[in-house]
């Protein structure tokens, strides 16, 4: 019944297997096996970032302070890549389980790839403007290592702000200065 209220927001609605689907429409067994792995990797996947961000809610509500737990911490370091994974996950579920159709009854993919025009020049200033702007995430890391070296090369200034230079000093975050 859930389905049938998602599919057309009334019980009653009658929902279409792929047996239903004419022959020459329906996708090959190799697309429906790719498209269900990635739909239960993206939603693995989700559930594990859940239990993590459930796992600091519950500590940060009993202790007001982060989980130092190496379990927390490793898997604290493998969300942002295992989140890349889920979200590319869910664009092979968007994008293979929607063959062969761009739209669903009326236009099928093969009739709609273009096979004339300027597809290289956007293609190629499109691959050039994302190589300029990994060119400057690059730089821009080296600069801020650069300056961090230096600083440590240099000594210390204030023992408050040691090992952290572009991040709260120690006194804030002990507690013994105002927040600004």
Known sequence: MGASILAGESPGTRILGLEEIPDEYRPSDRLVNVVHLAFDVMVSIGFLLLG???WWGLAWWRRRRMPASRWFLRGTAVS???AVI????GWIVTEV????????GHMLTRDAVATEGNLWLFYGAT???YAALAAGTVLALRLLRRRWAAEDAGGPEDDDTAGVPYGPSRARMDGREDDP
């Open 127 to 129: 691959v050039a403007l």
């Open 86 to 89: 889920a979200m590319e996950a």
């Open 52 to 54: 993590l961000s459930l």
């Open 80 to 82: 942002g890549l295992l």
């Open 97 to 104: 389980g929607r063959q062969p159709w761009i739209v669903v």
